[in-house]
């Protein structure tokens, strides 16, 4: 079916549906006919309805790819998906065809299965739809949805409306690789039960051991978990997302995977003290610049890293590093008898960990880390920076710059010479990766020889993507989650309504709600290096209930049909003002001029007047196509996106509790690395990106490396098939996961070659 094409398929599909329609129709007056009847009408409408969408959406999709060897970019993956869908459900109408007269079919589970895929096909079909309304608005060559605020806004807020719960239930990961479906529901299924007992105030391994004995109903029925999972999604706030993902830093848990990991020599979480420093710059190596402590929001404070080698190095079981090391109890050393000492590596990779700036630690990417110092042989500091709501940006941003600093002047104590750095980092890691580069040029100190990103997030501001039309269906990274992680780590997350009994406290005991509000409060005064980046102003939001979840349906087919009520009741999310875009750099005491990064460095503020993409005089072929394709519909409203009589089926989970505008401090570059001006993205290193065809943010990646290929910037991409957003942390899953952690290994090794030599360190 995979070489099939798309018409062919559509076809084979329309037949085999009227010919079930027939024999179902003739088989009596029965309910069950009835509805498979009705089912199979239903796939017939939506096939040909989806098929010239979809068709329009490859004609230009090559538009947008990086280059001809990455054939990459969301057109591409939402016609991909969509395609599966079309394959599973020719593949079952056969299935259908071949045994409805048996008397072993299975027909209340068929009819159920047939359900879902209709469901998720006429879902599809509208975001092939919004596809068409984004080809129709943005700029020639561009992926993001542009234009004024409002109409941006208005975007989202229909599309969030979307039935969701669909793809959640027996429709689960259908669009990934099979050998992850399995892993893909057992995380499913832990969300929902996980979810009941956040509310209860339970933490730690009690909400963990609950979950396990309350998950089995969730398992036997596919429609009550979709449902389930559409309402944590669309309800549920950061501080849950956090809690959930934090499990595995759960002592036992972490044990159980690091049991599977490679075994290492050194293993150390330090602390680096808030001590200022002095750094070289690299135009002129006699004068320097003063590395100040970490402050924003929090006052100074020590930075937390973790040092992994497979060997022991020479400098790494010294004095002065082992008054640095922070005690994790009793496998905070993993120090062997000592062997005989290695000479000092002459490369170092610096690495930050994803996670949505909110969660995570260099714990919960430890396996793959270890992986890492085996394969490539040299020592790897990961940096535990701080996590969003309590530490929004920029906090994480320097004091994952203060560490790399910190890191270069003491690569001696890490067991290398430091002749070779590399940068790596998983998507929110990816971003930082970008950013504490940029930084380096800002502050002109060493910059690293290059980065490897992997399904980084180059794009912050609350937009549409194709790439982002994926999140309706994403289990790991649903459009509500991605968008409440980014508004926390701008600092604009919005106020809870809930009741307060959903405040509870996280996996690693969190800091309670209040403490967070009281934070947000103190950090306007107790940042100095904030207070003089940015003037923030807020608007107090209007108060609302919260949303009363109907009772959950049994059947998809009821499930997804109610209609929402307009949804204009939605919190809005607290405005934060931007007056003064500059940053300056504790340079005055080595005499270096003032670092600044204002207006001439970041252009306007204004959302319409950011220009971060290609100039159409540059790309006429991408001009014309998008202009023939949008003179009928340039002008129009959302509401035109889709044709008459074509009606998607919306949420029966009430308005989706997420931020829909944008904080102007997404606009900053250090932020949203994509919207940076080209004087920066000229300072960076060479780059090497790994993304997933799959990925919700694929098209932060394709775009970013658009960027620095039209600026004649080293730039790899290489999009990895069929597996989601996160495949580092699932390394041991399967053979393609496997795989694409070794693309990053081997990126990371191109970096730490020494121009002129082979591969190898």
């Known amino acids: 079916m995979h070489s099939m094409d798309l018409r062919t398929m559509t076809q084979s599909l329309v037949t085999l549906a009227e010919d079930n329609m027939a024999f179902f129709s003739s088989q009596g007056p029965g309910e069950t006919a009835r509805k498979l009847t009705a089912v199979f009408a239903g796939i017939r409408e939506q096939a040909l309805g989806l098929e010239p969408a979809l068709g329009s959406l490859l004609g230009v999709a090559h538009l947008f790819d990086l280059d001809a060897e990455t054939p990459a970019n969301g057109y591409r993956s939402l016609v991909h998906t969509a395609r599966c869908c079309l394959a599973h459900l020719l593949h079952k109408s056969r299935y259908v065809a071949s045994n409805r007269r048996s008397i072993f079919f299975r027909t209340s589970h068929n009819l159920a299965e ?403 509000l009281l934070l947000r409060d103190l950090r306007l005064g107790a940042s100095s290096w904030l207070n003089s980046f940015l003037e923030l102003s807020r608007h107090k939001p209007h108060p609302n209930s919260a949303p009363t979840a109907e009772p959950i349906r049994r059947s998809v087919s009821e499930a997804a049909l109610v209609q929402p009520e307009d949804p204009q009741g939605m919190d809005p999310l607290k405005d934060l003002k931007l007056h003064d875009l500059s940053l300056r750099g504790s340079s005055e005491t080595s005499g270096t001029p003032e670092l600044s990064l204002s207006a001439e460095t970041l252009g306007p503020s204004t959302p319409s007047d950011v220009n971060f993409l290609f100039r159409p005089e540059d790309t006429p072929e991408e001009t014309k196509a998008q202009d023939e394709l949008s003179t009928q519909d340039r002008g129009q409203g959302i509401g035109a996106t889709f044709p008459q009589g074509f009606h998607p089926r919306r949420s029966s989970q009430g308005p989706t509790r997420m931020p829909l505008y944008s904080s102007p401090i997404a606009k900053n570059p250090f932020m949203s690395p994509l919207l940076a001006p080209d004087s920066m993205l000229q300072s960076l290193p060479p780059v090497h990106i790994v993304a997933c065809a799959l990925d919700p943010i694929l098209d932060d990646s394709v775009m970013f490396a658009r960027r620095l290929r039209s600026l004649g910037k080293p730039v790899t991409l290489r999009v990895v098939e069929d597996l989601p957003h996160g495949f580092l942390s699932l390394g041991s899953l399967c053979r393609e996961t496997r795989q694409a952690a070794a693309l990053c290994v081997e990126r990371i090794r191109q970096v730490l070659t020494p121009p002129g030599t082979t591969a190898g360190v």
């Open 114 to 516: 047939l359900e879902a895929y209709l469901a998720a096909l006429t879902q599809l079909r509208a975001l092939a739809y919004y596809a068409q309304r984004l080809l129709a608005t943005t700029r020639p060559g561009g992926l993001f949805f542009e234009g004024d605020e409002e109409l941006t806004t208005d975007f989202l807020r229909e599309y969030v409306t979307l039935h969701k719960g669909c793809f959640y239930g027996r429709c689960l990961g259908f669009q990934f690789t099979p050998a992850i479906r399995p892993f893909l529901q057992t995380i499913s299924i832990g969300l929902v039960s996980f979810g009941e007992h956040y509310k209860r105030n339970e933490t730690g391994l009690g909400v963990t051991a609950s979950s396990l004995f309350t998950s089995g109903r969730f398992a036997i029925d596919p429609e009550l978990r979709g449902a389930e999972f559409e309402r944590i999604i669309q309800n549920l706030d950061v501080h849950f997302w956090k809690a959930f993902w934090n499990i595995t830093e759960i002592e036992v848990l972490s044990s159980l995977a690091n049991m599977a990991s490679a075994t290492v020599r050194v293993s150390r979480l330090l602390s680096l003290p808030p001590e200022a420093f002095e750094m070289p710059l690299t135009a002129d190596p006699k004068l320097t610049v003063t590395i100040t402590p970490p402050s924003a929001h929090t006052g100074p404070g020590p930075v937390l890293v973790r040092l992994i080698s497979y060997d022991l190095r020479e400098g790494q079981d010294s004095e002065e590093l082992s008054s640095l090391v922070k005690s994790e109890g009793p496998r905070s050393l993993e120090l062997r008898s000592r062997p005989q000492q290695a000479s000092r590596s002459p490369s170092l990779v610096v690495h930050f960990h994803g996670g949505g700036f909110v969660a995570q630690t260099s714990k919960s990417h430890e396996p793959y880390l270890k992986t890492w110092a085996q394969e490539l042989g040299v020592p790897i500091l990961s940096i535990d920076y701080s996590l969003a709501p309590e530490a929004p940006f920029p906090r994480a941003l320097e004091e994952c710059f203060y560490a790399y600093c910190w890191a270069i002047k003491h690569c001696a104590l890490l067991g290398s010479t430091g002749e070779r750095i590399c940068l790596a980092g998983d998507s929110a890691g990816g971003n930082l990766c970008f950013t504490v580069s940029l930084r380096a040029a800002a502050y002109g100190v060493r910059v690293p020889d290059g980065i490897m990103a992997a399904y980084p997030a180059t794009m912050l501001q609350s937009t549409a993507s194709p790439s982002r039309l994926l999140s309706l269906m994403d289990p790991l990274l649903p459009l509500s989650v991605l968008t409440k992680c980014v508004s926390a780590y701008a600092g604009g997350e919005m106020e809870d309504h809930a009741d307060s009994d959903q405040k509870a406290l996280g996996v690693m005991g969190l800091v309670r709600r209040d403490t967070a």
